[in-house]
């Protein structure tokens, strides 16, 4: 039995669950479990579901209908779709009601601006553009609020957020990566809603890293626990969007929620020093400029780097072992030939070479 804890979604009136629900992980070939899934989100006290067309395949919101059976008031499910130069009020507003056909509901709490970016800010507001459909849809009560999300850089994203047109911003957040701290403490100040997603970095922090585990004050039962954790101690945080597809995973996060009570100031400090630390090592080494690339011989040195740094750095060796395998050979650490061309282009005069060979030792 889980007590969920809501918190206030910004300033539009609503309790959100802090742990939300990205649908864009749910099972693709096993829609029966998908429904379940999403059924045992709600019975846990889940309320919001982000979800989009564009997701698995084109078929997010098809496998979270049956598990929503209709009920969308009393449920903040969340639409999404992209703009583009082509992108008229029109056409807009026909992707929100396909959208809301295949999720077979007649209304959406929120509906967000995807892969939105602040060189899209025009596009959005022009004559007979996107935003007059949504203005338009909210009107007539076919939707709720409208917010955004994309991978703008951090300061693009506070710009977006000051220009008052979004009642939310859904934005990457996660012990690291924290680049969107500043972004979320503004979107806090103008009393925006928050949603965290990639609380655990796509399932990186998934994977065991005692390391992380331990900088949680009193230490956390298992590293996902510790990623939720990170996220829900922000206050400026409404909530941690977690793609679910399992209810194992659904019972592990809901349960880190319902136990978590908080972070003092001592531990929250204590906590973001050690990650400064932890970044600062990193930096120590590869800082993934890719001014070494591109490798005749086709190994990705930066990919590689990035991989045995969450490693050493995080802990995260079983994580960056699958990873490293998942490469194709050629990208690989191993197929390096020595041929040392990369290594006067690295402003780091890092020893690629000797690095390269301590990478595909520790990883294959
Ligand atoms: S030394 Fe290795 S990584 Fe560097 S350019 Fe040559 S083959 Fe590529
Ligand atoms: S040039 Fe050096 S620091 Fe930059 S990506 Fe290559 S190895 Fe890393």
Same mark, same amino acid.
């Given at each position: 039995?889980?007590?969920?804890?809501?918190?206030p979604l910004g300033k539009?009136?609503?309790? !959100?669950?802090?742990?939300?629900?990205?649908?864009?992980?749910?099972p693709e070939h096993d829609?029966?479990?998908?429904?379940?899934?999403?059924?045992?989100?709600?019975?846990? /006290?889940?309320?919001?579901?982000?979800?989009?067309?564009?997701?698995?395949?084109?078929?997010?919101?098809?496998?979270?209908?049956?598990? @929503?059976? /209709?009920?969308?008031?009393?449920?903040?499910?969340?639409?999404?779709?992209?703009?583009?130069?082509?992108?008229?009020?029109?056409?807009?507003?026909?992707?929100?009601?396909?959208?809301?056909?295949?999720?077979? !509901?007649?209304?959406?709490?929120?509906?967000?601006? %995807?892969?939105?970016? @602040?060189?899209?800010?025009? @596009?959005?507001?022009?004559?007979?553009?996107?935003?007059?459909?949504?203005?338009?849809?909210?009107?007539?009560?076919?939707?709720?609020?409208?917010?955004?999300?994309?991978?703008?850089?951090?300061?693009?994203?506070?710009? !977006?957020?000051?220009?008052?047109?979004?009642?939310?911003?859904? @934005?990457?957040?996660?012990?690291?990566?924290? +680049?969107?701290?500043?972004?979320?403490?503004?979107? /806090?100040?103008?009393?925006?809603? *928050? *949603?965290?997603?990639?609380?655990?970095?796509?399932?990186?922090?998934?994977?065991?890293?005692?390391?992380?585990?331990?900088?949680? =004050?009193?230490?956390?039962?298992?590293?996902?626990?510790?990623?939720?954790?990170?996220?829900?101690?922000?206050?400026?945080?409404?909530?941690?969007? +977690?793609?679910?597809?399992?209810?194992?995973?659904?019972?592990?996060?809901?349960?880190? *929620? +319902?136990?978590?009570?908080?972070?003092?100031?001592? %531990?929250?400090?204590?906590?973001?020093?050690?990650?400064?630390?932890?970044?600062? *090592?990193?930096?120590?080494?590869?800082?993934?400029?890719?001014?070494?690339?591109?490798?005749?011989?086709?190994?990705?040195? =930066?990919?590689?780097?990035?991989?045995?740094?969450?490693?050493?750095?995080?802990?995260?060796?079983?994580?960056?072992? +699958?990873?490293?395998?998942?490469?194709?050979?050629?990208?690989?650490?191993?197929?390096?030939?020595?041929?040392?061309?990369?290594?006067?282009?690295?402003?780091?005069?890092?020893?690629?070479?000797?690095?390269?060979?301590?990478?595909?030792?520790?990883?294959?």
């Amino acid at each position: 039995m889980f007590i969920m804890k809501y918190r206030p979604l910004g300033k539009t009136g609503l309790q !959100v669950s802090a742990l939300a629900m990205g649908c864009m992980r749910l099972p693709e070939h096993d829609p029966e479990l998908a429904a379940e899934v999403v059924d045992a989100a709600i019975a846990a /006290g889940v309320n919001y579901f982000e979800t989009t067309r564009r997701y698995i395949n084109g078929r997010c919101q098809h496998l979270t209908a049956p598990g @929503l059976k /209709g009920r969308s008031r009393g449920l903040i499910v969340s639409g999404k779709a992209a703009l583009d130069e082509e992108t008229s009020a029109d056409s807009y507003r026909q992707e929100i009601d396909l959208q809301m056909e295949i999720l077979e !509901v007649d209304y959406l709490e929120f509906f967000q601006v %995807g892969w939105f970016a @602040l060189d899209k800010l025009e @596009l959005l507001t022009k004559n007979g553009g996107a935003l007059e459909a949504l203005d338009k849809a909210r009107d007539e009560g076919i939707i709720g609020h409208i917010g955004f999300t994309g991978h703008d850089k951090p300061e693009n994203f506070t710009k !977006v957020v000051e220009t008052g047109i979004f009642e939310s911003v859904t @934005l990457p957040y996660n012990m690291l990566n924290r +680049s969107y701290a500043p972004t979320i403490k503004r979107a /806090g100040e103008l009393d925006m809603g *928050v *949603v965290v997603m990639c609380p655990v970095a796509g399932g990186m922090l998934a994977s065991p890293s005692p390391q992380l585990q331990d900088i949680i =004050p009193g230490g956390a039962a298992t590293t996902a626990a510790a990623a939720i954790q990170f996220v829900l101690r922000n206050h400026d945080v409404s909530c941690a969007c +977690s793609g679910m597809s399992t209810l194992e995973m659904l019972n592990e996060n809901a349960a880190t *929620v +319902s136990s978590f009570e908080g972070m003092s100031a001592d %531990g929250q400090a204590r906590m973001d020093r050690i990650l400064d630390e932890f970044a600062a *090592v990193g930096e120590k080494f590869c800082t993934a400029c890719g001014y070494c690339m591109d490798c005749p011989n086709g190994v990705d040195i =930066p990919g590689n780097f990035r991989l045995y740094n969450h490693a050493r750095i995080y802990d995260l060796t079983e994580w960056a072992r +699958s990873q490293y395998q998942a490469m194709d050979e050629q990208k690989r650490a191993a197929a390096c030939t020595e041929c040392g061309e990369c290594e006067p282009k690295c402003p780091n005069t890092l020893p690629i070479r000797e690095q390269l060979k301590e990478v595909a030792q520790a990883l294959s």
